[in-house]
Protein backbone atom coordinates (compact mmCIF):
# COMPACT_ATOMS: atom_id res chain seq x y z
CA UNK A 1 0.00 0.00 0.00
CA UNK A 2 2.70 2.72 0.80
CA UNK A 3 4.83 1.74 -1.90
CA UNK A 4 2.11 2.48 -4.32
CA UNK A 5 1.33 5.68 -2.48
CA UNK A 6 4.90 6.65 -3.17
CA UNK A 7 4.95 5.85 -6.78
CA UNK A 8 1.42 7.52 -7.43
CA UNK A 9 3.28 10.39 -5.30
CA UNK A 10 6.68 10.09 -7.65
CA UNK A 11 4.27 10.17 -10.82
CA UNK A 12 2.55 13.39 -9.72
CA UNK A 13 5.79 15.33 -9.09
CA UNK A 14 6.91 14.23 -12.74
CA UNK A 15 3.63 15.04 -14.39
CA UNK A 16 4.45 18.90 -11.88
CA UNK A 17 7.20 18.68 -13.63
CA UNK A 18 6.24 18.24 -16.98
CA UNK A 19 3.26 21.15 -16.52
CA UNK A 20 5.58 24.03 -15.15
CA UNK A 21 7.96 23.63 -17.71
CA UNK A 22 5.42 23.41 -20.99
CA UNK A 23 3.84 26.61 -19.43
CA UNK A 24 7.25 28.15 -18.73
CA UNK A 25 8.02 27.26 -22.82
CA UNK A 26 4.78 28.66 -23.42
CA UNK A 27 4.69 31.75 -22.12
CA UNK A 28 6.81 35.05 -23.56
CA UNK A 29 6.87 36.39 -20.44
CA UNK A 30 10.36 36.32 -18.94
CA UNK A 31 9.57 36.94 -15.17
CA UNK A 32 6.96 34.03 -15.53
CA UNK A 33 8.72 32.02 -17.46
CA UNK A 34 11.34 32.01 -14.42
CA UNK A 35 8.59 31.56 -12.02
CA UNK A 36 7.65 28.50 -13.64
CA UNK A 37 11.16 26.96 -13.96
CA UNK A 38 12.19 27.88 -9.95
CA UNK A 39 8.36 25.50 -9.42
CA UNK A 40 9.87 23.23 -11.49
CA UNK A 41 12.92 22.94 -10.20
CA UNK A 42 10.52 22.69 -6.18
CA UNK A 43 9.28 19.83 -8.05
CA UNK A 44 12.23 17.77 -9.05
CA UNK A 45 13.32 18.37 -5.16
CA UNK A 46 9.75 16.38 -4.41
CA UNK A 47 10.52 14.15 -6.77
CA UNK A 48 13.50 12.91 -5.01
CA UNK A 49 12.12 13.32 -1.47
CA UNK A 50 9.78 11.04 -2.16
CA UNK A 51 11.44 8.76 -4.15
CA UNK A 52 13.83 7.81 -0.76
CA UNK A 53 11.19 8.48 1.99
CA UNK A 54 13.57 7.08 5.18
FE1 LIG B 1 5.45 18.72 -5.76
Do not use: F
Not at 16 to 35: D, G, H, R, S
Amino acid sequence: MDKEILRVGIIAELDAINLYEQMANMTENEKIKKILLDIAKEEKTHVGEISCPN
